[in-house]
């Protein structure tokens, strides 16, 4: 097999087949379903569900009636794979089945569009690249340790870069790969905090070493936090640490 991704649209035969190859392959159902067993690891792929086949492990397969799969054939060098996309390879460490979100399945659907147009080579490694990146980023997302629990360093980095602007908590939720609801439980769950009150506790966390070690204006420090003006930065102190941004700065300054 060359270096170039193999992509194609086909179904699978409805007698059981087994084998191995030396190339990495994903399979995509598009109807119908079929029946994988990878290493010992059974699942089933039906329409908009797809599983991770590592190269050279023996696995079975088998349609299951009337059935349509989108093939993926990705030698170790094909471009989805090397280079940039080194760290593709990190799907492919053990047998895996997904299920395509709103995004993929849409995504999915352009991909068949581009193959019935007699796509290139050219494009098929782009296709290909492009759906394993988006596979890849769900599967580790930047929001989540391996373990399913937030990554809260990446989320406190992605706050203080995005702090000015404001920082939604649907964006902290699209970091993870998660809805809002989910993100939202899952937050609170670990921190015992709403999102709304950590990325508050964050913005008065800033503001309070910028009055102690810069000479920034209020207007400038509640700019820098995020905060719609100085009213809004003096009214959050007082609420949330019991004196005013003025206070604070007065008495940084004795204390030194």
């Known amino acids: 097999m060359s270096s170039n991704s193999l992509i194609r649209i086909a179904p699978l035969a409805t007698v059981s087949q087994h084998h191995a190859h030396a190339h990495y392959q994903i399979v995509i159902g598009l109807s119908g379903r079929a029946a994988f067993d990878i290493d010992g690891r059974g699942g089933e792929v039906g329409a908009f569900q797809g599983c991770l086949v590592p190269a050279s492990r023996t696995h079975a397969f088998a349609g299951l009636g009337d059935n349509s799969q989108l ?13 940039h996309y080194r760290e593709h390879l990190k799907l492919f460490d053990a047998p895996c089945y997904f299920e395509l979100d709103d995004a993929l399945t849409h995504y999915l659907a352009f991909m068949v569009r581009e193959l019935d147009q007699h796509a290139s080579r050219a494009d098929s490694d782009l296709l290909a690249s492009t759906l394993l990146s ?3 980023h769900r599967q580790f997302p930047t929001g989540l340790t391996q373990s399913g629990r937030l990554d809260l360093c990446a989320i406190d980095d992605y706050i203080e870069r995005h ?5 939604a908590v649907g964006a902290l939720a699209r970091l993870s790969f998660l809805s809002p609801a989910h993100f939202s439980a899952l937050f609170r769950e670990q921190t015992g905090l709403s999102p709304y009150q950590y990325i508050m506790k964050k913005r008065l966390e800033q503001a309070r070493v910028m009055l102690r070690t810069t000479s920034n204006s209020l207007t400038q420090i509640a700019e820098r936090c995020g905060f719609a003006n100085q009213s809004a930065l003096s ?6 640490i019991g004196h005013t941004p003025t206070r604070e700065r007065v ?3 004795h204390a030194r």
């Open 71 to 83: 093939i993926l054939d990705l030698p170790e060098h094909a471009p989805a794979l090397s280079g």
């Open 251 to 253: 008495q940084s300054a």
């Open 235 to 240: 009214h959050a102190f007082k609420r949330h």
């Open 134 to 136: 988006s596979i890849y």
């Open 163 to 167: 702090m000015m602007d404001g920082v």
